[in-house]
Nanobody, 115 residues
Framework: QEQLVESGGGLVQPGGSLRLSCAASESIFSSNAMGWYRQAPGKQRELVAVIKSAGGTEYVDSVKGRFTISRDNAKNTVYLQMNSLKPEDTAVYYC?????????WGQGTQVTVSS
């Protein structure tokens, strides 16, 4: 059964850090570039970070230098380390196959950056 389970979100002050985790079923995780997406209220979902199966990474400009994506192939898990968080990072964060996501999405994890 396919699954995507995101966790690690929360409320954090500006400048703070969070580490998100996404446990995926092997059928989704293996051989795929994985991505972290986010959707802020009233906005479209956007892809913010990508990690390819061989480990190469890509980031949207707004998070470069602050976010780090990584993956543990043995655990079928992808992570997003978020540092120097800003209020504009507030969103629900999801993981999925990068670039062309599946129709299936997990529940996401809420990240709120506020003082």
């Amino acid at each position: 059964q396919e699954q995507l389970v995101e966790s690690g979100g929360g409320l954090v002050q500006p400048g703070g850090s969070l580490r998100l985790s996404c446990a995926a079923s092997e059928s989704i995780f293996s051989s795929n570039a994985m991505g972290w997406y986010r959707q802020a209220p009233g906005k479209q979902r956007e892809l913010v970070a990508v990690i390819k199966s061989a480990g190469g990474t890509e980031y949207v400009d707004s998070v470069k230098g602050r976010f780090t994506i990584s993956r543990d192939n043995a655990k079928n898990t992808v992570y997003l380390q978020m540092n120097s968080l800003k209020p504009e990072d507030t969103a629900v964060y999801y993981c999925n196959v990068a670039y062309v996501p599946m129709d299936f999405w997990g529940q996401g994890t809420q990240v709120t950056v506020s003082s």
